[in-house]
T-cell receptor, first 111, second 113 residues
Framework: DAKTTQPPSMDCAEGRAANLPCNHS???????VYWYRQIHSQGPQYIIH???NNETNEMASLIITEDRKSSTLILPHATLRDTAVYYC????????????FGTGTSLTVIP | SAVISQKPSRDICQRGTSLTIQCQVD?????MFWYRQQPGQSLTLIAT?????????ESGFVIDKFPISRPNLTFSTLTVSNMSPEDSSIYLC??????????FGSGTRLTVV
């Protein structure tokens, strides 16, 4: 079962930062936080993951609270192509285990 | 990352028939998974396709309905058997090599009439 809670939908103005929250209050010490997104009619795409430190890559930044009970995915300069459903997933370990998807957040970037 | 070819991309099938979906990967991968995405819903894991042994099914999914084969490290099939309209979904193959971000295919859009 999914262990995360996300708002069902959000809007963001093009060019602004999109901040997508996720609650995972029951996360265990060996569970990582992953983010995927699914653009309409495509398979999900990996974005970023982290354990307890903040992470940044070419796509996004991941901010994890000190108690690890919540996190925020940041798209620094949202474009229309970032319109998608964003999934926050917690998973034990970082290899060899399945991903169980929750309901996600539908992000709409507005021109 | 691995490149996945999933076939067919879409199909319309009669109820009571079966459809086999193929997932071909351009490199050897350790982990392969099959997901279902019903209309307007999130993804649900069907099973883990194990190379050389029977697949491991999630709760609510059974081998008689969704038989899976994985003859080698680059290929797997999922069959949707004795289909009904409730099986109309997108079926997705996912692969991982023990790294962090798994790769998903573009899916097979199945409509049962």
């Amino acid at each position: 079962d999914a262990k995360t809670t996300q708002p069902p939908s959000m809007d963001c103005a093009e060019g602004r930062a999109a901040n997508l929250p996720c609650n995972h209050s029951t996360i265990s010490g060996n569970e990582y936080v992953y983010w995927y997104r699914q653009i309409h009619s495509q398979g999900p795409q990996y974005i970023i993951h982290g354990l307890k430190n903040n992470e940044t890559n070419e796509m996004a930044s991941l901010i994890i609270t000190e108690d690890r009970k919540s996190s925020t995915l940041i798209l620094p300069h949202a474009t229309l192509r970032d319109t998608a459903v964003y999934y926050c997933i917690v998973r034990v370990g970082h290899t060899g285990n399945q991903f169980y998807f929750g309901t996600g957040t539908s992000l709409t970037v507005i021109p | 990352s691995a490149v996945i070819s999933q076939k067919p991309s879409r199909d319309i099938c009669q109820r009571g028939t079966s459809l086999t979906i193929q997932c071909q990967v351009d490199s050897q991968v350790t982990m392969m998974f099959w997901y279902r995405q019903q209309p307007g819903q999130s993804l649900t894991l069907i099973a883990t396709a194990n190379q050389g042994s029977e697949a491991t099914y999630e709760s609510g999914f059974v081998i008689d309905k969704f038989p899976i084969s994985r003859p080698n490290l680059t290929f797997s099939t999922l069959t949707v058997s004795n289909m009904s309209p409730e099986d109309s979904s997108i079926y997705l193959c996912s692969v991982g090599e023990g790294g962090y971000g798994y790769t998903f295919g573009s899916g097979t859009r199945l409509t049962v009439v």
